[in-house]
């Protein structure tokens, strides 16, 4: 089973990554001092953890346009998730991480701006990395061929398919990841939508799907994911434990608040992780489908902050 998620798996992912790749990281990985080890990962019980979820989570995205699972360690449990955090400190090690950027568009203009996000690097994961992070990818693995057909299964159960409401038609055969690290010091993601173009530029995520890697984090670490789900509700939820976060990549504004405010920059115990996935939709009429509720709140959030 692992074996053949693995081939499987980096075939599918090398080919993109191929282009950003950057040959220093080649080289480090070949010299790497890391064992390469075997997945600890317990599939089955992530599986059934996800079913579980699955249902709450396609509600939640039709009513609320996001989920968090109720618990830190609903879905997968403190020792992996500790696990993963240090299969990610191993990637950063082996000089993986860049510096992260963004763009911003220009709202009169419509300008796209790339700036930097201080304090906050990033890398892709993908299959070449398995021999350092194996459960890092086992759980991009399992989750892509798992979750994406049981949201749609269970939004077309639950009958939430109608005029306003697009079949989710999420994809099973593609998605970007990424794997962050934000310092303590206050480092912050500014507000945001994912997707905010859409079409316009050939952008056809749908769903982020992000999972927290903070088994130690305590209140007052900050960090906190900002979710604004109507122009006056906004949901700070902490990045702790292995706390699973979905929302629509196209429509839902956020923002990360700042990390460990009173923390030294370079108290590593205190580096927020969070590795993200962005499904895309096979149904592009779900993508800024004006019929939505949630059509409008982007440009109603922006312009409010704007004035
Ligand atoms: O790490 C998070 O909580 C959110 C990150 C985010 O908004 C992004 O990567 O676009
Ligand atoms: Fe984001």
Known sequence: MFQATRSIFSQGLTKNHACVQ??????????SSIEPREP???????????????????????????????EPFSVLSKEMI??????????????????????????VTGKVTRFDKQ????????????????DLILYMSVLLQTLPE???????????????????????????????????????????????????????RKLTCIIYLNPDYETGDGGELRIV????EKIDIPPDGGRMVLF??????????????????GDSSKDRYALTLWIPTDNYQAIHNPRSKFSVLGDEVFSKNNS
């Open 248 to 265: 629509w990549s196209d429509e839902i504004p956020h923002e990360v608040l700042p990390t460990a405010p009173n923390a030294d920059a």
């Open 82 to 107: 500790t696990v993963m955090r240090e299969q990610s400190i191993n990637l950063r090690n082996e000089g993986r991480y860049e510096q992260s950027w963004s763009e911003k568009i220009d709202a």
């Open 150 to 204: 049981l949201l749609n299964v269970c939004q077309e159960r639950a009958g939430d398919v109608n005029d306003d409401i697009e079949a989710f038609g999420l994809s099973m055969s593609s998605f970007n990841a990424k794997l962050a690290v934000t310092s303590p010091g206050g480092s912050v993601y500014p507000l945001h939508i994912d997707n905010p173009q859409g079409l316009q530029a050939n952008d056809i």
């Open 229 to 232: 789900s109507a122009v006056d």
């Open 22 to 31: 950057n040959k220093t990281s080649i080289l480090t990985r070949c010299f």
């Open 119 to 134: 304090g906050v690097f990033a890398c892709e994961p993908d299959g070449q990395d398995y021999d350092t992070a194996p």
């Open 40 to 70: 600890v990962l317990n599939v089955e019980q992530f599986q059934q953890a996800l079913l579980k979820h699955a249902p709450l989570i396609s509600k939640s995205l039709v009513t609320q346009g996001f989920y968090a699972t109720p």
